[in-house]
C-alpha cells in the first residue's frame, strides 16, 4: 500500500512540473506575442533565446524579420495552443494562430530553457488552413 501512494505521489509531483512547464512556455510565446502587437520588438526580443539574438543582433532587426517573415504573429487576430512534445531532446510547443483576414496558421515554437526561464529558440511554420495538422 505505501508503495501504491508512493508510486501515485511521485506520478502526481511529475504531472505538476509538467504541467508548470507547459504554463510557463505558453505564457513566454504570449507575451512575445502581445509585445509584437505593441510593436515593442525590444521586449519582445528579450523571450528570444541568445542563439536568435546573437543571430539578429538588435531588437530592430529582429521585428524587422517578424514583420516581413511571420505577419501572422505580428497582427494575430487569434492564438491558440495546442501540443507541447519533445523531439529529440527537445521542447516544441505547437501554436494555432489566425490572421486578420481568417487565414489559420499552425506553428512550431523550439523551447529551450535558459537560467532565467524559458526561451524561444525558433519557429517553423508547419502548415495553415487546417488545425488538425
Known sequence: MRRLLLALSLCAGLAQGAFAQHAEIEANIAAQIQAFKADDFATAFTFASPNIQTLFGTPENFGTMVR??????????????LELREVAG????KVMIVDGNGRIYILDYQM???NDGWKINGVQLLGNSDPAV
Open 68 to 81: 516581413n517573415g511571420y505577419p501572422m504573429v505580428w497582427r494575430p487576430a487569434d492564438v491558440r495552443f
Open 112 to 114: 529551450v530553457r535558459q
Open 90 to 93: 527537445a521542447l516544441w510547443q
